[in-house]
């Protein structure tokens, strides 16, 4: 259950991001959002947040397949950014940002 929980969390992930091309400016914070921090970010904090819930799970299922010199899950966050970024890239490259995501 653990693998389906990760791989539909990852399915989420990338569904968000690319409803969230929508947004290239912050209003709050009056700065561009270009996809690369967006979809980076957002990923990262996610999956930061999911390892605040979860992490004596996670430490346990990695020593399990890992073994006792298994990396920290905290590994998971810089992972999560690297999954946000390749599903920004390609939601960006296929459905656009912005004013065009809207018109299309």
Known sequence: ?????????????GAIVGMFGVMTYHPVLKMPMPWWFRSGVMVGWMNFVLLLFTYDRFAAMMTDYFGPSAPSPWWMVLEGVGVGLVCG????????????LLDS
């Open 1 to 13: 259950m653990v693998r389906l929980g990760i791989l539909l969390w990852y399915g989420t992930l």
């Open 89 to 100: 890239y390609f939601a960006t490259r296929f459905g656009g940002e912005g004013k065009e």
